[in-house]
């Protein structure tokens, strides 16, 4: 055990310190003791036993003695590495988080914010630490009340505060809001996860208003012309029990659809299927309507605005297989349906002449253990053509893994029954529910056995459920590497999936939906050329407008040497200029928030002797959603309080939540203890010590006239 000496203690009223020395040495003691008769020894030795200084008094020696004994003592001290170790006990208010709604649905009760914020401080400044924080589209540490967000999350809120203050003597967190949340996570679904009460006070209206509104609306962002692409429509109806709504949409100003609803109670919900034919290329705004009702206070809510980009392009497809199978014939029936491909199918070791003609190649099971398509490989790998490989128990998984394409899956020569457990978040395309639903019911695909490591680069649609049990296999997955799209299906029975949604649904919606979803992302053409620019066709106007651009040397290398510039004029006819920011190896542009409209850019760069340019087209649409429901829903700030051991009030009583918090004896202060160690030989009060007792020795052996 290390030798321990208190060297000094004192308190203070909040802080209190202990200053300690300790010496790392199992016998310490032993040494400090030797250190001090050494130091008296040579000290004694040196002015009581030396002839030299018969000349001084007593008290002169003496006086030196303990100069020469305190110095040496001091050197000793730092040959044996002491420490100093200072204890400070510190007192920590809690925390009153204090976080309020700053959107557009609670805009009017600024004012009234400002007066709760000073009555927090007038009454809790000496016993809490109030930190205040804002949220609406973005969760800000600040007090400014603006009321200008266009959405609420109330989930981000929560997960930064919990983020935030872990570790902390956070007390409780008082929540200012109307519980109108459009984005984010359900907030009740976080309470189980929060450390601390939320007393919540709300604002806002309940009363259940005449209101007919567009909650949301899906539809996919592409469709090819002379196609249909379906729309799925929310609707919410409010005190309208037993009335019609009539719903129009719009495609430039013409009606292209119009139906009835039947609402059957005064807080109705609805969810509409729209098939909606893709006329005229291009990007097409459409608008959906309800008319309006007597009575309606609020009508902006009544039409919800999106837009869809046609492309007229015809696209072939190629299928590749060893020989027939019923998987790619189910493809194939479903791809037919649409009017913008066409479809090639060779069997056996037929390949054509070219590659180049076609938007997207299928490889069923190749390569396969009798056909390792070597050459065929080497071809397609040269192209920047996109790929979907049909992986089964014939694939050759060491020739697949070596072409380095995404996905690599340890060879075996076993296979395992899966079904699939689709991504709720996949990004690249928009698979409904109802699809979902049916197929991760349908009969198992046979897979190969083993683990799969996917590309940071690719996304899971779905993963491996093995007898009802989640995996973190991949059994499809999609994405883009170097400007080419791949795509991977790990199963083989797709043909009974098909089967199975007739015999389920009497139709094959659910499976012409998932094939045709691929095939539209995997063979929409991207740009082969040296510079490209990329960007999504539609934009929120919530959004920030950001772009990337990608410059290719002749030996196809990423490169962003050269400025890139752009150019982008709204439907005014006013030009932005701007210059990408180089990033990595290749170009981003982050151009903030436009207002909605159609706009078109031109983008060029210079390489060498070549001059690249890029144009292209985008809509931004509005987004009203803070004002689609205008009617506060106390019930979520109610159970979120409930869950946390808070209490919900509104806002009016906001003085008996106060009363309620300051007589809370669990949020009280803590205290922490903090050690701080130091080495002697680094305290240069020390060091300066040893140099004015050796020095105060030199002078007066020197004035006594001691040589």
């Given amino acids: 055990m290390p030798y321990l000496a208190k060297f000094v203690n004192f308190d203070s009223f909040l802080n209190s310190e202990q200053l300690e020395i300790s010496f790392d040495h199992r016998f310490a003691g032993l040494f400090v003791l030797l250190a001090v008769l050494l130091a008296a020894g040579i000290s004694y030795l040196l002015y009581f036993r030396n002839s030299q200084n018969s000349s001084l008094s007593s008290y002169q020696k003496i006086f030196l003695v303990v100069m020469r004994f305190l110095s040496l003592f001091l050197v000793f001290l730092f040959l044996l590495s002491p ?80 983020n935030n203050y872990i570790n902390k003597n956070i007390g409780a967190l008082i ?11 359900n907030p009740e679904n976080l309470a189980s996860g929060l450390k601390f009460p939320v007393y919540t006070l709300g604002v806002g209206d309940t009363t259940l208003k005449t209101d007919a509104l567009i909650r949301n609306v899906k539809t996919n962002k592409i ?3 002379k196609n249909k692409f379906p729309v799925e429509i929310e609707f919410k109806f409010s005190n309208l029990k037993d009335q019609i709504a009539y719903i129009d949409i719009e495609n430039d100003q013409k009606q292209v659809y119009s139906t009835t609803v039947s609402i059957v109670s005064d807080d109705d919900f609805k969810l509409e299927f729209v098939n909606l034919e893709a006329a005229k290329p291009g990007l097409q705004h459409y608008k959906i309507k309800i008319r309006p009702f007597d009575g309606e206070a609020n009508l902006k809510n009544n039409e919800y605005e999106f837009v869809i980009q046609i492309l007229e392009n015809k696209q072939k497809i190629l299928m590749l297989s060893d020989g027939p199978h019923p998987d790619l014939g189910a493809i194939r029936t479903s791809v037919s349906e649409l009017q913008n491909y066409e479809i090639k199918l060779l069997t056996g070791n037929s390949v054509p002449d070219s590659l180049s003609t076609f938007s997207l ?107 009802n049990i989640q995996t973190n296999k991949t059994l499809m997955a999609f994405g883009t590497d170097k400007g080419r799209k791949f795509g991977f299906i790990l199963g083989e029975g797709l043909w009974r999936w098909r089967l199975y949604n007739y015999h389920a649904n009497g139709n094959h919606e659910a499976f012409n939906e998932f094939v045709q979803k691929i095939i539209q992302y995997l063979a929409l053409k991207q740009n082969e050329d040296n510079f490209n620019v990329y960007y999504p ?171």
């Fill in 83 to 162: 420490l100093m170790e200072r204890q400070k006990k510190i007192s920590q208010l809690p925390i009153l988080a204090v976080a309020f709604d700053n959107s557009q649905s609670v805009q009017a009760y600024g004012p009234s914010f400002g007066q709760f914020k000073q009555s927090l401080k007038d009454r809790f400044a000496d016993d809490y630490q109030l930190e205040f924080w804002s949220f609406g589209e973005k969760t800000e540490n600040k007090e400014d009340f603006t009321g200008t967000d266009r959405r609420s999350n109330y989930g981000k809120l929560l997960k930064s505060l919990k």
């Fill in 175 to 185: 929540l200012l809001g109307d519980g109108i949340y459009n984005q984010g996570q």
């Fill in 223 to 225: 469709a090819f012309l």
């Fill in 361 to 467: 190649i299928v490889l069923n099971q190749l390569p396969s253990i009798k056909n390792a398509a070597s050459s065929l490989l080497t071809q397609i790998k040269a192209s920047r053509i996109p790929v979907l490989f049909l992986i089964g128990p014939n694939s050759l998984l060491e020739q697949l893994n070596s072409l380095d394409m995404g996905l690599k899956i340890s060879a075996s020569k076993n296979t395992e029954e899966v079904q699939a457990l689709f991504e709720i978040n996949f990004p690249l395309f928009v698979l409904s529910e109802s699809a979902q639903e049916t197929l991760s019911m349908a009969p198992p695909l046979v897979a190969p056995f083993g683990s799969t490591e996917l590309s940071p680069l690719m996304q899971n649609l779905a993963k491996q459920s093995i007898r």
């Fill in 537 to 707: 066709a539609i934009f929120q106007e919530t959004d920030q407008i950001e772009l990337i651009a990608e410059l290719y040397n002749d030996s196809y290398e990423l490169i962003n040497t050269p400025d890139v510039n752009i150019r982008i004029q709204n439907d005014s006819l006013r030009e932005f200029s701007y210059q990408f920011d180089r990033s990595n190896d290749f170009y981003r542009l982050n151009a903030g928030n436009m207002k909605p409209g159609d706009y078109t850019f031109e983008a060029e760069t210079q390489l060498g002797n070549q001059h690249f340019t890029e144009q292209g087209n985008f809509s931004i649409v509005k987004n009203d959603i803070e004002i689609q429901n205008t009617s506060a829903d106390f019930g979520v700030l109610y159970q979120l309080s409930a869950k946390t051991g808070g209490q919900f009030n509104t806002f009016n009583n906001y003085g008996t939540l106060l009363d309620i918090i300051g007589q809370n004896k669990q949020i009280a202060v803590q205290q922490h203890q903090l050690t701080f160690q130091n080495e002697w030989i680094n305290l240069k009060l020390l060091f300066f010590m040893l140099l004015v007792l050796l020095g105060a020795e030199w002078f007066f052996r020197k004035y006594w006239g001691i040589y």
